[in-house]
């Protein structure tokens, strides 16, 4: 077994969160020499130190004991299928990843990997609307919570080295079902970046340019997001997303109607609501 | 004349806009004494050092140089029907408000005042989700913008006298119609606060408690904001609130659309016209 600050590891899109992760894993130690693959920006997380190495594509990485994938997750089955051959022979790599979502990227690792049960699904809930390895930090993620989402047939002894691994990038980390958080992440975090990119799109077309204070900036801050990120978001969590944004849609209708009739106790009530409803989900235990 | 550091000032409403106004005048030596009026809150502002005494009502403000209405905007027709009396004997006085909406707000003062001609309304672009006087803070408006509504029938004088106060206490000012304020003030901070409030219920009905990051904190920080004042600010802006609402429902409606068909270059279109839209409104010059 590779002492842990020996393990070599391919980081396949390195970006603000797998350039995050692996600056804060070799700032605790916990792995060696890392390779790129990254059409984009693998040469610039080189130059950055985020990367030791580039390799050309996910077919090339050489060998490594763990595979991170920090791709758009779209991306998720081509990445895996082009992996494969690189894996084959290394039984005991560990396979992790960092997307938003979680049940189509288990879908397409099965699909395409040798050995998914050594596949550890992992979200980590941390992140800024910047993009890219110059936005990469090595303490982006101190103290945030990573959702690890094995399955049954995931290999126990790969789950508990995931989890170690995450808890060296400093995460606090929970155990959740695939499709549990791809339901619970849909109100929790596509919701909120969804309303956000309509709310300034919506605003953009009244004509109040240079008249926003600190609510539009914050209430907007996630429209900044990277675009591909976020298509792929939508589209690989389209379900749950669909009904979130019909539970947002009644409540925008109940509000509408309350302002359009003049009822100012309704308005008190959804208010108070909104109000206890955050609280609850801010401070609400897992 | 009385001396600017002299002038003695009415409070009426001591929450945090109103006692952040007279902290910050104080400290720039604007004004002398205040006094305060605020069922709720006259007395802990007096004891914060915010106030300098307490009037039981608007009428009983006595002998005082500016008048600043910092109550939620519902309640100035009956504030100014309680202050007639005692700011009829006294022609230079200089009234004002803080108000988030000017429309209704003019009306009220220009039915129930004396000498409307002396009010010059006003809404300083700042403030946070918090409220009441232990929330006020002398250097919350450095550098921040306020938007001053003088009409035809204003008093010129007192039109210079009123931006040289909010210019005392560290705003910018820009002046705007009242009509034009509440039509852009709709899009970019009424529309942002009805979305942060059911965005939040929404999400409160997703089982997700404790499993949200920076994105879900920051869309709905305003969410947290005093239900009175909000209230207030959707019935009186009603007409404005309600078109800015369809605006988002018509974007909801295309994201919504292009998420089910699985639209993936709609998406992109959409969110980098988002990610344009938010530069523009917070950089667009006024």
Known sequence: VTKAGERRVALVGTGMIGGSLVLA?????????V?????????????????DEVAASPSAIGAVDVVILATPVRAT??????LAPALKDRPDVLVTDAGSTKVEVLRAVQAMLPFPERFVGA?????????GPEAASATLFAGKRCLLTPVATTRPDKVAECAALWQSAGFRTTHLDPAEHDRALAYVSHLPHAVAFALASAVGSGHADGLSGGGFADTTRIAGSDPIMWRDIFLANRGPLLRALATLESELGELQRAVASGDGAALMALIERARAARKQVLEGGR
Chains 1, 2 share one sequence.
């Open 25 to 33: 894993l070799k700032a605790a130690g916990a792995i060696g020499k």
């Open 77 to 82: 089955a081509s990445v895996c299928e082009a």
């Open 35 to 51: 390779v790129g693959v990254d059409p984009q920006a693998a040469e610039r997380a080189r130059a950055l130190g985020i990367v």
């Open 123 to 131: 979200h980590p809930i941390a992140g800024t609307e910047r993009s």
